[in-house]
């Protein structure tokens, strides 16, 4: 295909192991990590700032991975802040309205998650059909 991205080979930084990274990512990337080091990898030893690292996710896995550490993600940025100011209210409600509660906010959060990044692709396109007229 014409539009995919040029693979550059590059290693691991956690083991070593020869792995493909798109050309450009090769700026944005201060670490790479193959996909067997992402799945193994403690916790701990996991860099804090996951969006430094370009990890090379298998393409079969890309639908499984991708939408968990999203949610993993929005845990622990969004719900704390969520739970700070709604804490009082949320402990007032019953069980099965605290759940349609808190379901209510993931899937609006996901939804519009969703919005923005199709925004953000249709933009892209844009900005690529006009470079290509010039």
């Known amino acids: 295909?014409?539009?995919?991205?040029?693979?550059?080979?590059?290693?691991?930084?956690?083991?070593?192991?020869?792995?493909?990274?798109?050309?450009?990512?090769?700026?944005?990337?201060?670490?790479?990590?193959?996909?067997?080091?992402?799945?193994?990898?403690?916790?701990?030893?996991?860099?804090?700032d996951l969006s430094k690292v370009h990890v090379d996710i298998p393409m079969d896995k890309v639908d499984e991975i991708?939408?968990?550490?999203?949610?993993?993600?929005?845990?622990?940025?969004?719900?704390?802040?969520?739970?700070?100011?709604?804490?009082?209210?949320?402990?007032?409600?019953?069980?099965?309205e605290l759940a349609e509660e808190m379901f209510g906010e993931g899937a609006y959060i996901a939804i519009k998650s969703i919005m923005q990044a199709l925004k953000h692709e249709v933009e892209q396109e844009s900005k690529i059909k006009s470079k290509t007229k010039k």
């Open 1 to 48: 295909m014409e539009n995919e991205p040029k693979l550059v080979k590059v290693n691991c930084s956690f083991c070593g192991k020869e792995i493909e990274c798109p050309e450009d990512m090769l700026e944005s990337s201060e670490k790479h990590m193959c996909f067997e080091c992402f799945q193994n990898m403690d916790k701990k030893e996991m860099p804090r």
């Open 66 to 96: 991708i939408p968990e550490e999203m949610t993993n993600s929005l845990i622990e940025e969004v719900f704390p802040d969520v739970w700070q100011e709604r804490k009082k209210e949320l402990k007032e409600i019953s069980k099965k």
